[in-house]
Every structure is written in structure tokens, then in C-alpha cells.
């Protein structure tokens, strides 16, 4: 609506209604005398009529039409001075806010229709007052004089004033979108819940969550410790649920989610663990996953309490149009401090736990452990900087001797990787090798051990070339036989170093050994007739099937130290006369097998003596040395036998 509702005075002395004066050729070009300064005219003396006359605004009778159009719109207005305050307003605000229109006047607007509340709103209210703004809109929800509460929408615009940069009067409207606000909501509730389950859904729980965390409850330093913004999470999985959606059917999938949407929104709200006043949504996630936010957590209690009730009540059987359904739940629990935990944080944390309940057997809760999960971040780092760590040389190898049982002398060594990881510092085989194997960098990373061990083998050879050469032993993992064409791999690496193959021998595992067949079982008897020697290493703890032993390229076998352990004497340990049974048994059977045996983890002269009673033929252990590097095993060439 444009103009104002007050338009130009009529002049003085003049009727009002009364037309100006025409303009005529004549009161153009006549000369007029100068006319006196205002302080001399007299009070009711007309003045004297412009000399042209282009726009003279609106008439009186447009005026009148003016505010009869005001007064009589069902749009509510108030037109508003430059300081916020009402100079009139019509018919309709006053009915909505439940009083005359003329008592309105000289009110603040701000008042009227809570502008003040909030900071960016008055700012841009009072921007549009003082012409630096040009249209302000805000959302209020103001109380009917009947007693409901209705949802407004506020407009502020200027109007024509004594300047563009500063108007004199804005324009206020007021629209009622009720209507339009349920409509909202009704749409907003129907995108974020779920249609199966009227739970609220993943949308919904994650604004939540966010909201719990950003807003803690509590910020009254007088509360108690424990309920100053703690918060907790129910993750929680049904084991199994996808065999009744492909066997029954999605529609009897979706009743048994219905049914244990139910019951858990009783756990929720009826648990003798709730924390009096504490807030909990129960959400389905997608698919057969639920959550239970617990905003306000008492602490850990409350939340295990909470997991173990709603286990209870799953394992209730569900009876679903005239089937009986038994289901079982995996939950992973987390609760802790809100300050400093983010939604992903606690999200990341929850689905570990869940993968924690599921691996250790499903059906339970597992509470999210701090340690273990450090482990695992651990094991994730590792794996992410394990390809790159050895191309950057990051790996070294230290070798154990392996001596003969009969004289105590250097018969040959194993070589051993370690990392010297720039964060974790020098990391042993069993922190990284299984990672390799998963992610297939054990092939890349077996590839260098071999070369770098055979390479040193000659240059021990080659440095001591009196003494009998040392042999070296390197452990192969399976996936190296089935990824990679180890068989080449050997013969280059042999070439390259000039080792001759009879001084190679390679470990594989006694579970990757047996059994084997197809491409592994080719690729150890091609090493074998090209004269490597191939060890089973840990025997006796994996499949122990002695029907192989006379269809493998098998030369060495090496007994597990568990068995090595059963002979000590010296510590007071009482001895395991099984074991010594057992290994005496092994070695007669390898020896008429034509296989050579070495003992693992010989730790004292007299499990050393009694295994060369039994004709172990080399040994390996803290007894005579640990893993050293290549210097020090060149010191023991060719020295006196080693103690044992």
C-alpha cells in the first residue's frame, strides 16, 4: 500500500475539500510581486499560489478512501513511526489482539508483537525504522483473546516519507498462518518419522542428538555432579531379522518391527532405571536397526539397566497373526560427559560396540570399553600406513639363531620383521602381519623380507667364507602363495643374490600346510625341487593331520613351543610328562620320515638336554639368544658352540 495516512495539509484559510486553484497560461507568465516573509504575513491570509503546479498528491476525497480502505481491510495494519511507536492501526489488529484500535495508538510495536525477543530480529526491525532496510519478516506465535494461541507472520515495510534514506513511517501487516504452520507440521511429522513403526526416524534422531549435545540440560553449577549433561545410547540390532523378511515375507517383517518398535517404546518409558525428569527417544534407524537416546543419563548403570530390560522384553516370544516369532537383539551401549562428544563421535562409538555384541555372540549388550576400542583405532592406523611404511623403508629384520642340539654350533637363523613405526615406535610380527594378510600388503611386504634376508645370508657367506654358510629361514604366509607367483619371486630373488636354494627354507604355518591343494601344493613342490627347503612352523597346534606329512614337500618340522614348556625343571614348574610324550613321538615319527625337527622357545639348559635326549636335531629360544641384528650374528659365526 503506497502513500501515507496523513497526506500534504491544505492551505490556510481554504475549506477543506476545496480544489486548488486551476492552472492557466496566464498565472505562469504574469509577473508576481515577491511575496513577504512568512513572520509578516498575516495569520489568516491565503498564500499566494505556486507558480506551476506538476503533482499536488492526493486529494482530500483520496485521503478519505485512504483510510476507509485501512480501517475497513481484515488484514490487520498499524502504521508505525520511526521510533517503533503505533500512530494508528485498524480494525482488525485491534480485534486480533483483543482490543480497541484506538487504544493502540502510542504503543510500541516491539511490545505488541514480541520484536525485542531476540537479538536479530530487533536488528532488523530497526533497520527497516531508520530507512537501511527495505522489508522485514518474522514468524511470532501471539495468543488470541479467546485464550488460543495462534501463529502470525509480521511484516514491516516503508512508507513514503521526507526522505528514501529515512522514512518517516513503516507499514506493519500482521497474517494469521495458522493453518498454514499445522500444515507444516504435519508434513514435517510425516518426514520424520517412520511409516512402519511411527517411530521417529534416522532424520529426526540425529537433530535430536545434535540439539541434546549442543544444549546440555543442566548448567545450574547447584545440581548435582551426575547431572550436569551426561548422555547415553541404546544401539541396538535384531539377530537374524533378514531371514524372516526372505521366508515370510516384508509384510510380516514389518508387523514384527511394529511389535518390537512397541515394546521398546515401554522399555523406554516404563524402565525402573529412568532418571526422573531425564528425556529418552526411542528411533528406528533403517532396516532392523533401533536406537534409545537417553538425554540426562544417571551414568553407566542406568544405561546397562535399560539394555538388559529391553533384551527381557524381546525375548518374550511375538505372536503376529497366528505365528509365533522368537527374536534376539545385539546392543552395543555408550555413555559419557555431552561436553566434548559430537554426533558422529558417539555414533562411530555405538556401531563399534553393536559390532562388538554381534562378534562376541549376539543376543547381549557390550559397553563400549575405551582400551579396546584405542586397539582397534590402532589397528586401523596401522593398516591405512601399511603400504606406504614399505616403500619408505620403514621395516628392518632381526635374526635368531637356530642351533644344533647335538654340538650347541650356528646352524642357520630366522629372519624377523619389526616396524619402527614413527608413532608407535618398534612393533613386533604379531601387531601388523595379520592386518597384511587382510588387506594383501603381506605380499609387497613378504617380497622384501626375502630379498633383504637372502641378501644378507650371502653377504654372511661371502664375509666368513671359511666357516660353513648359515641357512636362513623366512616365514611365508599363505596368501603369499595364492596372490602372488612366489615360485618366481624365489627363483629372481636366489639369482639376484647368488644364494644357492639349499640355504633358503621356508615357514608356512602348520593350518596353511595342511590341507593344501590345487596352485599352493603346486607352488611348494616346484620350491622344493628347485632344492628350498620348506618348514612347517607351530606343528602340533593346528590340524596335525601325520597323513600329509608323507604327500608334502616337507623337510623341517618345528614344533610349537607349548610343548617346549612341558620340560622345564629348573623354575620349580611341575613338568607335563604328556608332553615329553608327545614330542618324543613327533620327532621319531619325523626322523623316519626323513624330516628334521627343531624345538621353539628353549629357554633352559635342561629342556635343552632332555630335547637332545630325544633327538631334536636344532633349537631356537631365549636360551641362546633373542632376535638381534645382523651384526651380532655375524660375531657368532664361527665361534664356541652356544650355551645350551
Not at 548403570?301 to 516370544?317: C, G, I, N, Y
Not at 654372511?460 to 667364507?465: A, E, K, N, T, Y
Request: proline fraction near 7%; aromatic fraction near 6%.
Amino acid at each position: 500500500m503506497s502513500g501515507t495516512s496523513e497526506g500534504p495539509r491544505a492551505p490556510a484559510g481554504t475549506a477543506p475539500g476545496t480544489p486548488p486553484a486551476p492552472v492557466t497560461e496566464r498565472h505562469t507568465t504574469a509577473p508576481h510581486p515577491a511575496p513577504d516573509p512568512p513572520a509578516a504575513q498575516h495569520p489568516d491570509a491565503a498564500p499566494a499560489p505556486p507558480a506551476a503546479v506538476a503533482d499536488d498528491g492526493p486529494s482530500a476525497s483520496e485521503l478519505r478512501d485512504y483510510r476507509a480502505a485501512f480501517n475497513a481491510a481484515t488484514l490487520p495494519m498499524a502504521v508505525v513511526d520511526g521510533r517503533g511507536q503505533v500512530l494508528r492501526a485498524n480494525e482488525a489488529l485491534g480485534g486480533l489482539l483483543g482490543a480497541a484500535a484506538t487504544t493502540l495508538a502510542r504503543q510500541q510495536a516491539c511490545e505488541l508483537f514480541d520484536l525485542a525477543s531476540d537479538d536479530r530480529t530487533w536488528l532488523a526491525y530497526r533497520e527497516v525504522l531508520q530507512g537501511r532496510r527495505s522489508r522485514f519478516r518474522c514468524t511470532r506465535r501471539l495468543k488470541h483473546p479467546d485464550g488460543r494461541f495462534l501463529w502470525a507472520e509480521v511484516t514491516v515495510v516503508p512508507m513514503t516519507g521526507t526522505s528514501a534514506a529515512e522514512p518517516a513511517r513503516v507499514l506493519l501487516t500482521v497474517a494469521d498462518i495458522s493453518d498454514r504452520r499445522e500444515l507444516q507440521e504435519r508434513l514435517r511429522h510425516l518426514q520424520m518419522h517412520d511409516p512402519v513403526t511411527r517411530l521417529p526416524n534416522r532424520t529426526l534422531f540425529f537433530e535430536r542428538l545434535a540439539s541434546a549435545l549442543e544444549t546440555p540440560p543442566y548448567q545450574d553449577d547447584s545440581m548435582p555432579p551426575r547431572q550436569h549433561a551426561r548422555i547415553g545410547l541404546c544401539y541396538l540390532d535384531l539377530d537374524g531379522f533378514k531371514a524372516i523378511n526372505d521366508t515370510l515375507g516384508h509384510r510380516t517383517g514389518d508387523r514384527l518391527l511394529a511389535a518390537v518398535a512397541g515394546r521398546l517404546t515401554d522399555c523406554a518409558e516404563n524402565d525402573a532405571s529412568r532418571t526422573p525428569g531425564g528425556s529418552r527417544l526411542v528411533a528406528r534407524l533403517g532396516g532392523d536397526e533401533f536406537a534409545i537416546l537417553v538425554e540426562d543419563s544417571a551414568g553407566t548403570q542406568e544405561l546397562t539397566d535399560l539394555a538388559r530390560s529391553v533384551l527381557a522384553a524381546l525375548q518374550q516370544p511375538f505372536d503376529l497373526a497366528g505365528q509365533r516369532f522368537s527374536v534376539s537383539a545385539s546392543i552395543g551401549v555408550v555413555e559419557r560427559a555431552a561436553a566434548g562428544t559430537s554426533p558422529t563421535g558417539l555414533m562411530q562409538a555405538a556401531d563399534t560396540t553393536l559390532y562388538w555384541a554381534k562378534a562376541d555372540g549376539k543376543g547381549r549388550w557390550t559397553l563400549f570399553d575405551p582400551e579396546r576400542n584405542a586397539h582397534r583405532m590402532t589397528r586401523q592406523s596401522l593398516s591405512s600406513t601399511l603400504r606406504p611404511a614399505v616403500e619408505r623403508g620403514e621395516f628392518t629384520l632381526e635374526y635368531q639363531p637356530l642351533v644344533g642340539m647335538a654340538d650347541g654350533v650356528l646352524r642357520g637363523v630366522e629372519a624377523l620383521v619389526r616396524w619402527n613405526h614413527p608413532q608407535f615406535g618398534v612393533l613386533s610380527p604379531n601387531r601388523f602381519v595379520g592386518i597384511a594378510e587382510e588387506d594383501g600388503s603381506i605380499v609387497q611386504l613378504g617380497r622384501w623380507v626375502l630379498r633383504t634376508a637372502c641378501r644378507q645370508a650371502r653377504r654372511w657367506q661371502l664375509d666368513h667364507p671359511a666357516e660353513p654358510p648359515l641357512f636362513i629361514s623366512v616365514n611365508v604366509a599363505v596368501r603369499q602363495v595364492w596372490d602372488s607367483d612366489l615360485v618366481a619371486d624365489v627363483a629372481e630373488i636366489l639369482a639376484e643374490t647368488e644364494l644357492a636354494p639349499g640355504l633358503l627354507q621356508l615357514e608356512l604355518t602348520e593350518s596353511a600346510v595342511m590341507g593344501s591343494g590345487g596352485r599352493p601344493l603346486r607352488a611348494l613342490q616346484a620350491l622344493s625341487d628347485m632344492g628350498v627347503r620348506i618348514a612347517i612352523d607351530d606343528f602340533g597346534t593346528g590340524y596335525s593331520n601325520l597323513a600329509y606329512l608323507s604327500r608334502l614337500p616337507v623337510s623341517v618340522l618345528k614344533l610349537d613351543g607349548a610343548f617346549v614348556k612341558g620340560f622345564r625343571y629348573e623354575d620349580g614348574t611341575h613338568p607335563s610328562p604328556a608332553d615329553e610324550t608327545i614330542v618324543e613321538a613327533m620327532v621319531q615319527l619325523a626322523h623316519r620320515l626323513g624330516l628334521t625337527v627343531t624345538a621353539e622357545c628353549v629357554e633352559t639348559a635342561g629342556q635343552a638336554e632332555r630335547l637332545r635326549r630325544i633327538g631334536c636335531d636344532t633349537g631356537q629360544g631365549w636360551l641362546y639368544s633373542r632376535a638381534v641384528a645382523p651384526e651380532r650374528i655375524a660375531g657368532l659365526i664361527g665361534s664356541r658352540p652356544l650355551e645350551g
